[in-house]
């Protein structure tokens, strides 16, 4: 009879040999090395087919050879590292083994690391695991002059005898930090007894087991079974149960752990995971790629070699979405394999953990994934090894010797392999409008902008984290330069000025601990319009803005950047305070390195040297450009008449001195010193409507900067607050040859330069010879639609249609100009785009757009309700809670007069709202449930009587959309109705086809963004 699952199906098994126990990682030859063998294997071995033992035996040995790491040969150029890197966890393993006491009523093995909650943090307990795994990793390491001691194998399994019976057991509650219980404690508690094998008494073994079971008994939840598991936590959950069930060879734990990672990558509305447009988020609202993105990422590695071939293994959509998030999310945030800091959240405070730490993390996770993947994948798994090579080239910062031996014995094969050829940075520009990052790519620089929203947070202070973070996510920018490759992992943190931060505008007031930081789901204090359009198609040139406010002050401005080929152009206006608030614009703030030994910077402006004076602010009045060696120019632009712009710049050389326990609670105190330049604009006590506009030219020199001062290229044609509007002049630098560049930020509907909307939005526009490029976007996520006018100027005659994406509409491309019909809502900011090229010598058909407010809208309830009538609300609910309790809604249009079948050419229903999540918790911030409209029903009804009883049956299922926590625009595509017969009025139903979360959007009497019915047809 075969053998089944959990499931019930036939379970297949993997490819090794019968009895094949003594090469999958039985006992070594070795006397004193531990077995992996699980207790009881031998026994069911003897009684079951062949395989069973060896299956469990196989995933020990994986599991060993991950945390282990191979050897690496002598030859290879990195043994001498990899030997040092032994030695160097030899000692620490010694130190820790010389303190550890497992004796009679020990109730800890270490007297500096307490554990109970009256004795000591949460945290103790992960650290004591972390201390026993880390003399059981050299105990298992060949090259260790511990591998194999029995005396220190016997010791460490005795701690981990008195760490069980102490804290960590079965039916024992959590106190503290509910990841130390979950994750930190039971992930090293595992691993330590993979390692450990048969050394670990078959008591304290079987507690450990239980007591992983006891505080993780399904993956699929966490923080003591509160709230869904998402995104990293996910898969680390995941991996603790995997490695339980090999430890017990219990089949259901490991299906149970293979089974949960089903759709952890697949793209969410909102909240925690991975998104559509690459954005990475946890915590709700903060953006984590670099971080917990890379925790997930490894975990996904580590999961997927070890089930790989097994019933368990981690499925092909799985290991392509994971290959996939490499590409779309980690390349573009990664520079000379340096992590960019703007997406690692609160682990910038941490000093042990820098953007060059999580660059190396994520390359050994590269390498990892290639090894996991099928030989049908071999392209994939060289160009991972490739892009893994360049990043370990590049970063330095820390001697491949002082990383964790295991990582070293992973990469040290492909930094060794003349076959893998480094891969080349990325060029391009790159938006994340769902965790409000923006980066752009050139040779040699990248810059990157974080910005933040009512959706995400300004940065994240947690557990004592990151404690000056205030300004990271508002209007910050980070410039990464080939030459000055670690200019933020050199104590950058505990140094740089956290009220100048590079590109704010900023109240200079005091802020405590964590101001302005997402605290324990306290509301984000953020700005709606927010985000960025772009990059138009074939050019990599973009555009970003805010509507900034400050934390806790009346500052507010509006703020926008340009991202041109070889410059970014920021511009602000109406920068205005009271209440006796001092303002600033910070134009750069370099880091120059040790004073000893500081990086050459010499700092000129408008041609004449600055003095080197530390210490002193140095005014300069009216400047034009500026520039600073080692970094790049700077070029001030003028502004629109009427806007008062700064009259100043000013500048300060200085040695900082600052410790990482300033901003980190668990941080050295020991105080570091860096020597700082920083440029800025001072505007002065309770500014009014203060402006400015410059470029940032990366890496020019004086003389190139000098120049671009006196034809700068780019003007700003408009700058207040209803819109933004910068156009480059014909042949300038940093647009495609022959190119012009249009860039509009509407903050509320209005016209400039050659364009008009009548709703908020972003737009560029680039006009080529052959071509005429757009993209619009919706960064305020408030409008439905936009209709937009391009001049006759701004056109440039006749066009017709190229290419254009779904949603966006040329409704004609005549000797007036363009109009067109922009679906912005629902999108998440994302970028619409459309080319158009030189049309024939008539002008293109005409189409026409109509928005229609319904004549009549009502909820109708079943149930116990069925009969009553509820026309009159201004919230239309939709919920099928599977209770019986089922409510839709009923909308009814009245048509255009002449409205034919065949004349729409598309049809919309736009419905805005939101899932309550009254009182909200994290969990309940990432609701999200569908919502379908079904096709023309009967039309004879009242608003005013309708009810579950007398309302007309639905019609056909039309389109579909997602309603989230998030109040936002769905649009729902009913075209395939509109093309049938249409006479007078249309009556459409919004329902749920199975449950879902309830759903409550505005009607027609909320007064303002009630539902529309957009109609496109041919005249």
């Known amino acids: 009879m075969a053998r089944t699952g959990p499931t019930g199906g036939p379970r297949r098994r993997i490819v090794v040999g019968a009895g094949a126990f003594l090469a999958l990682g039985g006992p070594s030859a070795r006397p004193g090395t531990a077995s992996v063998a699980p207790p009881g294997a031998r026994e069911e071995a003897e009684r079951a087919p062949d395989d069973v033992y060896a299956v469990y035996a196989e995933l020990l040995r994986r599991r060993r050879e991950t945390l282990v790491g191979g050897e690496v040969p002598a030859g290879n150029p990195s043994h001498a590292d ?159 149960t995997a490695v339980r069930g090999a430890l017990s060879a219990d089949p259901d734990r490991l299906a149970l752990a293979s089974s949960s990672l089903v759709g952890v990558l697949d793209p969410v509305p909102i909240g925690d995971g991975f998104h559509a447009d690459g954005s990475f988020l946890m915590h709700t609202c903060v953006a984590y790629p670099g971080t917990y993105g890379e925790v997930l990422l490894r975990g996904m590695v580590e999961l997927t070699r070890l089930l790989a071939g097994t019933e368990w293994d981690v499925g092909a959509a799985e290991r392509a979405r994971t290959t996939r998030v490499v590409e779309q999310t980690f390349v573009p945030l990664v520079h000379g394999g340096l992590m960019l800091d703007s997406v690692r959240g609160r682990a910038i405070s941490r000093s042990h953990a820098r953007d060059a730490d999580d660059g190396f993390l994520l390359a050994v996770d590269a390498v990892g994934l290639a090894a996991a993947l099928p030989p049908e994948e071999a392209a994939t798994a060289l160009r991972l090894r490739s892009l893994a090579k360049r990043w370990l080239r590049r970063n330095t910062h820390r001697p491949l010797a002082e990383r964790p031996p295991a990582r070293i014995a992973a990469v040290a094969g492909v ?292 120049a671009r001062a006196a034809r700068p290229g780019v003007e700003v044609v408009a700058l207040d607050e209803g819109v933004h509007a910068f156009r480059t002049a014909p042949g300038a630098p940093g647009v495609p040859p022959g190119a012009r560049l249009t860039a509009v930020n509407f903050f509320a509907a209005g016209s400039a330069a050659g364009i008009t909307a009548d709703g908020p939005c972003a737009v560029l526009v680039l006009r080529e010879p052959r071509a005429l490029r757009i993209a619009v976007s919706d960064p305020s996520r408030s409008a439905a639609v936009v209709r937009l006018t391009l001049d006759r100027e701004q056109a440039g005659g006749r066009r017709v249609v190229r290419e254009s994406d779904t949603g966006l509409t040329v409704l004609s491309a005549g000797e007036d100009g363009v109009h067109l019909l922009a679906e912005t809502g629902g999108r998440h900011g994302a970028t619409l785009a459309a080319t158009l090229i030189p049309g024939p010598g008539h002008a293109a058909p005409h189409r026409r757009a109509v928005l229609l407010e319904p004549v009549a809208d009502a909820t109708v309830r079943g149930g116990a309700h069925s009969g009553e009538n509820d026309g009159a609300s201004a919230v239309l609910t939709v919920h099928n809670g599977g209770d019986g309790d089922e409510r839709r ?59 579950w009883d007398t309302a007309p049956a639905p019609g056909p299922a039309l389109g579909e959309g997602r309603v989230t926590t998030y109040d936002d625009w769905t649009g729902l595509d009913v075209t395939a109705a509109a093309r049938r017969p249409i006479t007078g009025e249309w009556t459409l139903v919004l329902a749920q086809d199975g449950r879902g979360h309830r759903v409550r959007l505005n009607s027609g009497e909320a007064g303002e963004d009630g539902p529309l019915l957009q109609l496109v047809t041919g005249r």
């Open 82 to 240: 990899h030997v040092a890197a032994v030695a160097a966890w030899d000692r620490v393993a010694r130190r820790h083994l010389e303190s550890l006491r497992t004796g009679p009523g020990r109730t800890t093995p270490w007297d500096d690391l307490p554990l109970g909650e009256e004795a000591g943090p949460s945290s103790n307990t992960t650290a004591v695991a972390n201390r026993l795994h880390a003399i059981a990793l050299c105990l298992a390491t060949p090259a260790s002059r511990l591998y194999g001691g029995a005396e220190a194998t016997a010791r460490v399994a005795e701690g981990l005898r008195v760490l069980h019976t102490s804290v960590y057991h079965a039916g024992r509650a959590q106190y503290g930090n509910w990841w130390d219980w979950e994750i930190g404690t039971p992930g090293a508690v595992g691993d330590t007894c993979v390692l450990l094998g048969d050394a670990v008494g078959a008591d304290t073994r079987a507690g450990l087991l239980a007591a992983i079971d006891h505080f993780v008994p399904d993956p699929r939840r966490m923080l003591r079974d509160s709230l869904v598991s998402t995104g990293a936590n996910r898969v680390d959950l995941c991996r603790i």
């Open 415 to 706: 930094l060794a392999d003349p076959d893998v050829p480094e891969a080349d940075e990325p060029v391009g520009h790159f938006a994340f409008p769902d965790m409000e990052r923006i980066v752009h790519r050139r040779p040699g620089w990248t810059y990157s902008l974080s910005l933040n929203s009512d959706r995400v947070a300004r940065h994240e202070y947690m557990n004592g984290e990151n404690a000056r973070g205030w300004h990271t996510g508002d209007g910050m920018f980070q410039l990464h330069l080939d030459d000055d490759l670690f200019q933020y992992t050199d104590e950058y943190w505990p140094t740089v000025d956290p009220k100048r931060l590079p590109g704010i505008t900023v109240d200079t007031a005091p802020l405590p601990a964590g101001a302005g930081g997402d605290n324990d789901h306290v509301p984000l204090s953020g700005t709606r319009w927010s985000g960025a359009v772009g990059p138009v198609a074939g050019s990599g040139l973009g555009l970003a803005g805010m509507d900034f406010r400050g934390i806790d002050s009346p500052l507010r401005a509006r703020r926008s950047w340009l991202f041109l080929d070889d410059a970014v152009l920021t511009a602000s206006c109406g920068v205005t305070a009271d209440g006796g608030r001092r303002i600033e614009t910070v134009v750069d703030a370099r880091n120059l390195h040790a004073p000893d030994d500081p990086r050459p910077a010499r700092l000129t402006v408008d041609g004449t040297e600055a003095p080197e004076a530390l210490g002193e602010t140095l005014r300069h009045p009216r400047p034009r450009w500026a520039h600073l060696g080692g970094t790049g120019g700077y070029v001030f632009l003028g502004l629109p008449e009427g806007v008062p712009g700064p009259h100043e710049l000013l500048s300060r050389r200085e040695d900082r001195t600052g410790s990482w326990r300033d901003l980190n609670v668990g941080g050295p105190t020991a105080p570091v010193t860096r020597r700082h330049l920083t440029l800025w604009h001072d505007h002065g006590t309770d500014p009014t409507g203060a402006a400015h506009a410059h470029l940032l030219l990366p890496g020019a020199s004086s003389t190139a900067t000098a």
């Open 889 to 947: 809604a009923y909308l009814r249009f009245r048509l255009p007069r002449g409205t034919g079948a065949g004349d729409v050419r598309r049809a919309v229903l736009w419905v805005r709202g939101h899932v309550p999540n009254d009182p909200g918790t994290r969990e309940d911030d990432m609701l999200h449930t569908s919502l379908r409209a079904r096709g023309p029903a009967g039309k004879d009804w009242s608003e005013t009587d309708l009810t």
